[in-house]
């Protein structure tokens, strides 16, 4: 990746120009210079209001600069007017992360803990193998009458109560 | 404006220790609002000089309207202020 040494940390020059372009009247062009230019300065901003509001931050003896100790560092550096859409633009976020969070917790609140919901599964397991292993009874009986059909196909002819068992096997089995 | 970015540059100041999550967002946002007021600030200047390209000496000027824009003295080159 990038350079990462602090002393060249900078912002991404796309995203600038494209800021800067924004704003300009479409016939305006700005050279790479001055972007590089509004870039550092933009660099330089964001230590003026990290040092002032991790001031603030100790003087609230905080160890975490918080969204208010930015706020307050804008508005006492001069720079009142970002408050109200900085703002706007936290609360939306805050909103949609909350939302985010909420419906992911849905599935967590179902009320059952951990434990409860393995031994469930593996009642569940057991019913299934059961079924199968019937399942598998049930074919290694049917393969056995059939066999016995058979012989008895040598044998004169006689009513066979096995005979209904047979198709009712067929239906179990599928 | 990329948060991880702005987190390592509030980080190169070594007195600065945590960060909530949030600040990076809100510092984002500040940035983006400082580029555009700077530019737009700025070619007011190139206007003025019937100028369709902005110039270093345009953002000096932009500059030196603002009070806030103060901190940005040392950052400027002092040598390209043209009239």
């Known amino acids: 990746m990038g350079d990462k040494n602090d002393d060249n940390l900078s912002l991404p020059k796309a995203t600038v120009s494209k800021l800067i372009k924004e704003i300009l009247p479409q016939e305006v062009?700005?050279?790479n210079e001055t972007r590089d230019l509004i870039l550092e300065c933009c660099v330089e901003f964001i230590h003026l209001i990290s040092s002032e509001a991790n001031d603030i931050c100790g003087k609230d003896n905080k160890r975490t600069i918080a969204p208010e100790h930015v706020i307050k560092a804008l508005k006492e550096l001069g720079f009142g007017d970002y408050i109200q859409?900085?703002?706007?633009?936290?609360?939306?976020?805050?909103?949609?992360?909350?939302?985010?969070?909420?419906s992911s917790k849905k599935f967590e609140n179902l009320g059952k803990p951990t434990e409860q919901l393995i031994k469930e599964q593996q009642l569940l397991f057991a019913k299934a193998r059961s079924a199968y292993q019937q399942s598998a009874e049930a074919?290694?009986?049917?393969?056995?009458?059939?066999?016995?059909?058979?012989?008895?196909?040598?044998?004169p002819p006689q009513t066979n109560p096995q005979l209904p068992n047979h198709s009712e096997n067929n239906n179990n089995n599928q | 404006l990329p948060l991880a970015r702005i987190k390592k540059i509030m980080k190169s100041d070594p007195s600065v220790r945590m960060i909530s999550w949030e600040a990076p967002l809100l510092f984002a946002k500040a940035c983006e609002f400082f580029i555009l007021e700077l530019t737009a600030r700025s070619w007011?200047?190139?206007?003025?000089?019937?100028?369709?390209?902005?110039?270093?000496?345009?953002?000096?000027?932009?500059?030196?309207?603002?009070?806030?824009f103060d901190f940005l003295i040392d950052v400027l080159p002092r040598d390209e202020i043209k009239p």
């Open chain 1, 139 to 155: 074919q290694q009986l049917q393969q056995q009458q059939q066999l016995q059909l058979q012989q008895q196909g040598l044998q």
């Open chain 1, 85 to 102: 859409k900085v703002t706007e633009v936290y609360d939306k976020h805050k909103l949609e992360v909350s939302t985010k969070t909420k």
């Open chain 1, 29 to 31: 062009k700005c050279s």
């Open chain 2, 44 to 68: 007011i200047h190139t206007d003025l000089s019937k100028r369709r390209t902005l110039q270093r000496s345009d953002i000096i000027h932009g500059v030196s309207r603002v009070e806030a």
